[in-house]
């Protein structure tokens, strides 16, 4: 950061606002404009908080891509969008990114609502190439044949199943096809560029030149099938010696190019234009650097993956730990640890969610029982199938919102052959800043459809510990769905006790008279938010503790003495908890008025807690006056 003013740092950026006029500037002025909106972007996300290093690292790459393709008609497809500001701030939302991730301000992903240039809506990991080719062949089809389909995907996110099925398909075309893949390498973890040659042979190798006498070559040779398959081999061969990742992506049958610096815009426009007048598919292997240009973020690009507001000038200030008051994800990480030292059958996976999770201490204390299998959310499931056959009891720690990525596998691999697979679900109801991407707002309907699993709520920070117990101790598969952030405060237990599977807990009785009788069945995180609602109106309260299997007793003794019933759940009212108590109901020929409190048939957006919980008509001011109401026109 420097202590220039406004007027002088940003000088150059500001005479950017669309691609159209990054383009009319000479070629070295792009460092100095990279520069600008890298000190632009640490300063607004700094405000707004965000996905600050991954965005850092793809600055220069972003300025080459909109610099060299006719954008947006060329389609780019961040993957995920965690690397996406760079794009934003030079495809006219400069000035939004002021209220980046705040209700009504812009999404923190590629949103194709938001704008043209954002071709495809990302947020979910390995999605890029996939859609970036459905466009590809789209446009073939359809005989267009000059315009670009560009993924960028990190190589983090080339891990998942999805993005390597898509390679295996690209490789089928040639000719007419013009997808450009490039891979932001950030993290070493395919092999690293042997040096100046092999950044040379890419800019050598992508040449208008070359290209053309290795098609006349190709079509000489395929008259004589022995030569040409020779040829093939001695060129992958060559190619792979020089550049040893190239071998992932010929098993595919696709031109490789690179690794080269992605910080070197000389270089990265070089190959961009020389890529340009090639066909395609190809793939372009770029090594960057996350964080790069802020030194805080890159010696620990894990802290600034995503951050809250901070001050530039100081960088993040760790915060003092808070035993008395955990987040639901510290309760997890210090009963998994103890779980596991009571239990050695005990093993942990994530898929690539180590930190959000909470097993960063699990994998310092016992790492021959953890496994961060990376973005591969089916593979950590069926994984854990494969442990549980074999005698272990995992547990599969992971968000909500990826789950939605391995339902397949939760019913075949698991719930099918009713193994002890244990799901610790975090993120579990609205999450924020993210939006409808992110929020875990499926799993209660999806969860309670799947035979033999059992799906439990926790209202606070001891139910936690109680539940995530309970469901170890389980022969069979169990899901614990828990929020993000702290609850309420309430003391833990030491131990590693259980409770009654299917059984809930009534925390207040009603004592208003006949004609006003209301119960709050409440779920997980919405005990909290109604039970003010319930002390004002002189309510029972039920913290209900289990999805499913669900407490029938307590259901229908509620129905019996009370005027009116309100199921209230942070999750989809669709086939949720509230449906579960319907169908009850139902089943036993109960006809007592029911009030479901669930997130209505839409997506919610992103913004702060507060508002989205009101949006979604699940906040205590809300259900307050639709249950007066009801209420009144009993």
Request: proline share 6%.
């Amino acid at each position: 950061m420097t202590d220039k003013t406004p007027e002088t740092r940003f000088k150059l950026l500001e005479s950017v606002n669309y691609p159209e006029d990054l383009r009319t500037l000479p070629e070295e002025s792009l460092p100095i404009l990279a520069h600008e909106i890298r000190e632009f972007m640490i300063e607004s996300v700094s405000k707004t908080g965000g996905h600050l290093s991954s965005s850092l690292g793809a600055v220069e790459l972003a300025v080459a891509i909109h610099y060299v393709f006719n954008t947006p008609e060329d389609a780019v497809v961040w993957d995920v969008g965690h690397q996406a500001y760079a794009h934003k701030i030079l495809t006219g939302r400069r000035e939004a990114m002021a209220g980046l991730r705040h209700w009504g301000g812009i999404s923190g992903f590629p949103k194709r609502s938001e704008s043209p240039y954002d071709s495809f809506g990302t947020a979910h990991s390995s999605t890029s190439i996939s859609a970036a080719l459905g466009m590809a062949v789209a446009d073939s089809l359809a005989g267009k044949t000059d315009r670009w389909h560009i993924a960028v995907i990190g190589d983090g996110a080339l891990t998942g199943g999805m993005a390597v099925e898509a390679l295996n398909h690209a490789g089928v075309y040639k000719d007419g096809v013009k997808l450009l893949i490039i891979l932001n390498d950030n993290n070493c973890s395919i092999s690293p560029a042997v040096g100046a040659l092999s950044g040379n042979l890419g800019k050598l190798v992508s040449s208008a030149p070359v290209w053309k006498m290795r098609s006349i070559s190709k079509k000489a040779l395929k008259g004589c099938p022995s030569l040409w398959e020779l040829a093939k081999r001695l060129e992958k061969q060559t190619v792979n010696f020089l550049s040893p990742p190239s071998s992932i992506f010929s098993t595919f049958d696709l031109n490789y190019f690179g690794p080269i610096d992605g910080h070197n815009l000389a270089e990265l426009v070089h190959i961009l234009k020389n890529l340009r007048n090639l066909t395609g598919p190809v793939v372009l292997h770029v090594k960057t650097q996350k964080g790069h240009g802020y030194a805080p973020a890159e010696a620990d690009p894990t802290l600034y993956h995503g951050v809250s507001p901070f001050d530039p000038k100081v960088g993040i200030l760790p915060k003092p730990a808070d035993p008395a008051h955990p987040t639901y994800t510290q309760v997890f990480s210090r009963w998994v640890c103890d779980m596991a030292a009571a239990d050695k059958t005990l093993y942990a996976i994530t898929p690539a969610m180590r930190e959000g999770s909470g097993l960063v201490e699990f994998e310092k204390k016992i790492p021959d029982r953890y496994r961060d299998v990376a973005i591969a959310e089916q593979h950590a499931v069926t994984f854990a199938a494969g442990l549980a056959c074999a005698g272990m009891h995992p547990v599969v720690a992971i968000y909500s919102t990826f789950a939605q990525r391995a339902y397949d596998q939760i019913v075949h691999d698991v719930a099918i052959q009713n193994l002890p697979v244990m799901f610790a679900v975090d993120r579990g109801g609205l999450v924020g800043a993210d939006g409808p991407t992110h929020h875990g707002v499926f799993d209660l309907a999806y969860f309670r459809s799947i035979p033999n699993l059992t799906v439990m709520v926790p209202s606070d920070e001891n139910e936690t510990r109680l539940m995530l117990t309970t469901a170890f101790r389980m022969k069979t598969p169990a899901a614990v769905r828990y929020p993000r952030g702290k609850g309420p405060g309430v003391a833990q237990s030491g131990g590693l006790e259980t409770i009654e599977i299917g059984k809930s807990r009534t925390l207040r009785e009603s004592g208003a008279e006949k004609g006003k009788r209301v119960a709050f069945l409440a779920f997980g995180s919405m005990v909290n938010v109604v039970r003010p609602i319930a002390e004002k109106l002189d309510a029972t309260l039920i913290d209900m503790r289990f999805v499913k299997p669900l407490d029938t007793e307590a259901v229908l003794k509620a129905a019996d003495i009370h005027d009116l019933l309100v199921t209230a759940e942070e999750g989809v009212a669709a086939g949720g908890a509230g449906s579960a108590v319907l169908e009850c109901l139902s089943g036993e020929g109960r006809t007592v008025p029911v009030l479901v409190k669930g997130i209505a048939d839409r997506f919610i957006d992103h913004g702060d807690m507060a508002h989205i919980m009101k949006e979604a008509g699940i906040d205590a001011e809300t259900i307050e006056c639709d249950v007066r109401a009801r209420l009144a026109a009993l």
